[in-house]
């Protein structure tokens, strides 16, 4: 068990990084199937992009103060997506373990003087938009069990599921998590009206998960949906909201189908993100960990750390 302090265990503010993954096609040109980053880390020019990518964000946590939780680029890492394009599970295990042996190289080199976490991230077994089935709890255990293990036995700090869009899914994460003794987050996805992809409110997804789960996750987050999509549905006070650790919104206000076919960028408006940051966090006690997801880059991050730390 690492004794390592967690965000929801400080007062510190973490930042994390935006939208790698739009930044990478969008920004630098890259051709990713299945918005899979993790390919690119096997060219020499994916590896120079990556650390392109992360120095200023390491930069923006040591100017502003703030911890700073580092991601591996596993999102997509998972044996379904692996298979999509052509990855065995023993190709699958060395990139998750060189995932983390990067970051912890990044953490070296660039995080002097920072509190730097990594984070072993995983995503969704299907698509992080529209689950067209939805596993058992027991199912989602033995499915994600293989990745979570080899994230855990290389070292992260804590593992987070990002773009979750279903509750058994969610549980079947947690219980894979807690097995391993590793601090474990689940990040929701949701519409424009605020609800996950499957219809469940997110005060009942939260509560369902905490009730099922062997082991209550440290805390959540909401990722991949702009503050407009969600903001209405945490009134003030609530204790279950007390539960949401962080946010990484996008910068878009489009809904996830019109994403889907979205061939430019929608990078939205970094100045009225970060304001909307400071209005999450008054109904969002928790909210440690902020950073960007889709459409997001630098520049958001730099506003929402202005309105954070002012």
Known sequence: MTSTILPHQSDQLFLTDAGLETWLVFEKGFDMPCFAAYPLAQQEVGRAAFKEYFAPIFELARQNGTGFLLDTYT?????????????DLDHLRHVNCQAVQDAKELRRTLG????????GIIGPRGDGYDP????????AQAYHGFQVGVLAHAGVDMISALTLTNVPEAVGVANAVAEL???????????????????????????????????KPAYYMVN????????TMIPEGSDWAQ????VRANASRMSHAELDCCETLDDGDPVELGAQYAQLRQLLPGMRVVGGCCGTDHRHLAQICAALTR
């Open 75 to 87: 999102w997509r890492a998972n044996p379904d997506w692996g298979q999509e394009l052509g990855h």
């Open 112 to 119: 002097h003087g920072l509190n730097v976490l990594i984070n």
């Open 243 to 246: 539960r949401i650790g962080g």
């Open 132 to 139: 067209k089935s939805i596993m058992t709890i027991e199912e």
């Open 224 to 231: 991949c949906a702009h503050p407009d999509h969600f903001r």
């Open 181 to 215: 003794g590793v601090p474990c987050v689940i990040s929701f996805t949701v519409e424009t009206d605020g609800r996950l992809p499957t219809g469940e409110m997110l005060q009942d997804a939260i509560t369902q998960v905490d009730t099922a789960a062997t082991t």
